[in-house]
């Protein structure tokens, strides 16, 4: 038994591998938030000072915690400044929670949950696209699940101080890369502070790790007059988000959590939910007190975090629901056996559709190693500090992916929406698979940069095309 199942596991491993790595030097698009992330890191490593922010979200003013910059470092600095840090860093961590997970679980009753758990994972497309395309949200989830099966653990059976420890990070370090995770962490919390008799040691092992989790957030709030509470106490949310279309969102959600292929997203939907009832209907009448009450407590716990999250008014992004995803995949591995194969074949049938491979393996616009060439033959021969903003394929204009590799290929490039005018008279427009017409394109970087007149053009493999400005006197 014990060599299939670590057959089994390896070919897990190895089906979570392909399906991230295959291709990923042809098919990465490479831009925006992995250039932001990018660029932040190489600011750290050239100045010494470490980050205290994290990316900004959009449903209330508030940043993320710097930590999350913390979890890319390492790899940033052992591949060279890699594009590929943060794919690196967060197979890393996955790795590193299935390993965990394997040889800790291996002997007791979650082991079967944890194959189960870990075999959804490797195929579920938000999964696989949260990689192929790593930014903060991709790093809370195997956190995530660490932590759910130590609540588990810990609904059963005694708080120790190290599982309360364990648990407590487990779910600080998902709501410090993304605030989606806040809600269920939350509920989990309260859960157990209810539920448990060790509720002092566990509160206190919750309150040190978000304190040690946002300790860079809370240390910029105390150097700037504590800013962020500041603005949430005058506009706690952003007005735009509050008139929600509820059926367009349970349309979004449905359609993030199970992924309809073969079966439509909402018969699959239907078809887990009713899976779902019918294992309570089972388990109630199980002999299996600790089993029973295991499926039964992840169903409800499921279903409330489910509608938790579903009621706030924010649009439903697909990275918004990884908690309550993570919940699901858990549940069905708690199922009776013959569910638990049964839904997990329909699911796993549902999402190794074609339609899935081609997305992942699509090819990008440009590919990684063309972008690198053209930022190192540009920077190749001495170039003044400029500014740099992008006209491509997308809505904004902010170059963050060129910034960071044209910074990396040694030449001095900032964003003029963040930089004093002083920096440079130069400007570099980036023509990223679009057309730019000088003197009649227009957007708000260009008008910042004032009145210009175009010096050169660089022209490269990929349809792309540095512009290059200069100021005119004033």
């Not at 949310?237 to 992924?259: E, R, S, V």
């Not at 292929?261 to 779902?276: C, E, K, N, Q």
């Amino acid at each position: 038994m014990k060599y299939l199942s670590a057959i089994f596991f390896g070919f897990i491993i190895i089906i979570f591998l392909f399906l991230r790595l295959y291709a990923l030097n042809t098919s990465l698009e490479f831009y925006s938030d992995m250039g932001r992330d990018l660029d932040v890191l190489m600011m750290w490593k050239q100045t010494g000072k470490p980050p205290l922010l994290g990316p900004t979200i959009s449903f209330f003013p508030l940043s993320q915690s710097g930590l999350y910059y913390f979890l890319i470092m390492p790899f940033f600095l052992i591949s060279g400044a890699s594009v590929y840090s943060a794919v690196y860093a967060i197979l890393f961590y996955y790795l590193l929670f299935a390993c965990v997970g394997y040889f800790s679980l291996r002997n007791t009753k979650h082991f079967v949950p944890f194959l189960c758990v870990a075999l959804l994972v490797s195929f579920h497309p938000e999964f696989v696209y949260q990689l192929r395309y790593p930014w903060n949200p991709s790093f809370g989830p195997p956190f995530f699940f660490a932590g759910l099966f130590l609540f588990f653990q810990m609904l059963e059976g005694v708080v120790t101080r190290k599982r309360a420890m364990l648990f407590s990070i487990c779910m600080a370090i998902p709501v410090a890369v993304s605030y989606s995770f806040l809600p269920v962490a939350g509920l989990l919390f309260l859960i157990l502070l209810f539920r448990v008799r060790s509720r002092i040691m566990l509160f206190l092992s919750m309150i040190g790790a978000f304190l040690l989790a946002f300790f860079p957030v809370l240390l910029f709030e105390v150097r700037h007059n504590f800013f962020f509470l500041r603005r949430m106490m005058v506009d706690p949310f952003p007005t735009q988000q509050i008139a929600m279309d509820y059926g367009k969102k349970m349309t979004n959600y449905l359609g993030f959590l199970f992924n309809g292929s073969y079966f439509p997203t909402d018969l699959l939907a239907i078809v887990v939910f009713l899976v779902g009832i019918w294992g309570v209907v089972w388990m109630i009448r199980a002999t299996q007190e600790k089993r029973r009450t295991q499926y039964l407590q992840s169903f409800f716990i499921t279903c409330v975090a489910f509608v938790l999250l579903f009621a706030l008014p924010f649009e439903m992004l697909s990275h918004y629901m990884f908690s309550v995803l993570c919940l699901i995949l858990i549940t069905i591995s708690f199922l009776p056996k013959a569910l638990r194969i049964g839904i997990i074949a329909v699911l796993v049938l549902n999402w190794t559709a074609p339609t899935y491979v081609q997305k992942y393996l699509h090819p990008a616009r440009r590919t990684i190693e063309q972008m690198e060439q053209c930022a190192q033959r540009f920077c190749s021969v001495p170039r003044n500090p400029s500014f740099v903003a992008s006209q491509g394929w997308f809505e904004h204009h902010f170059a963050a992916d060129w910034i960071f590799l044209l910074n990396k290929h040694g030449c001095v490039a900032q964003d003029i929406t963040r930089t004093p005018q002083s920096f440079s008279n130069s400007m570099i427009i980036v023509v990223d698979q679009s057309s730019y017409t000088h003197g009649k394109t227009v957007f708000n970087e260009l008008s910042l940069f004032g009145d210009s007149k175009e010096t050169d053009i660089f022209a490269c493999e990929g349809n792309i095309r540095l512009h290059l400005l200069e100021r005119e006197a004033r």
